[in-house]
């Protein structure tokens, strides 16, 4: 089964345009399980311009599903995972000024950090997964031996191409998702994936762990409701 993790950054935004508390990130967290998600994503950037540190310290005693924290593991994002402790940690390789993620690891020329950093997080008990280009099955299998545990692979390519034409839209992930399972890593998948693309994406890689959420989810939550969006993303899974 393909787990619905529901990125919650873009609620945190919200709420910081006003400095308050309203939207109340941590009460969406729980109201987006209790309706039906699988799991919830955050990605605490540098300047906790969306997610801050503290609302990950603050969802953590509450969560009851898969909690996946993403992002760039400099010293103070690895710190504060490792004293979370969440079920998932994502190695996302953003600049700190980037809008959102734009490229996954070139596994090749980070190995040695990567290696250092994964096995910092699985003695923790945390499984590992790294962001990473669909199309470079090399950094895939690199993947595998710096001791990952899985792969997220970064679907904004497919999701500009699904309206020109699906089937060649998702022949690489296809291809880089049997890689990865066949040589042992579970596989992960985010980024632009929405009710447009999610279904085919779904069908023709239907072994893939969770996909994780948050643009498009939240944006259609303005429309129907997050009820009902989290039930209209859960369909297109099944
Ligand atoms: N996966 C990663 C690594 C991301 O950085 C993001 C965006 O924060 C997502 C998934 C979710 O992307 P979207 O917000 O487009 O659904």
Known sequence: MTKLSVNINKVATIRNARGGNVPNVVQFAIDCERMGAQGITVHPRPDERHIR????????????????????????????????????????PDAPD????????????????????????AECGIRVSVFIDAEHLDRIEKAKELGAHRVELYTESYATMYPVDKNMAVEKFVKAAD???SIGLGVNAGHDLSLENLKFFHEQIPHIDEVSIGHALISDALYYGIENTIQMYLNQLR
């Open 53 to 92: 540190y503290q609302d990950v310290r603050d969802l953590k005693s509450v969560l009851t599903t898969e909690f996946n924290i993403e992002g760039n593991p400099n010293d103070s994002f690895t710190a504060l995972v490792k004293e979370v402790k969440p079920h998932q940690v994502t190695l996302v």
């Open 179 to 181: 890689y990865a399972r």
């Open 98 to 121: 980037a809008i959102t993620s734009n490229a996954g690891w070139d596994t090749i020329t980070h190995f040695s950090f990567l290696k250092d950093k994964v096995a910092e997080f």
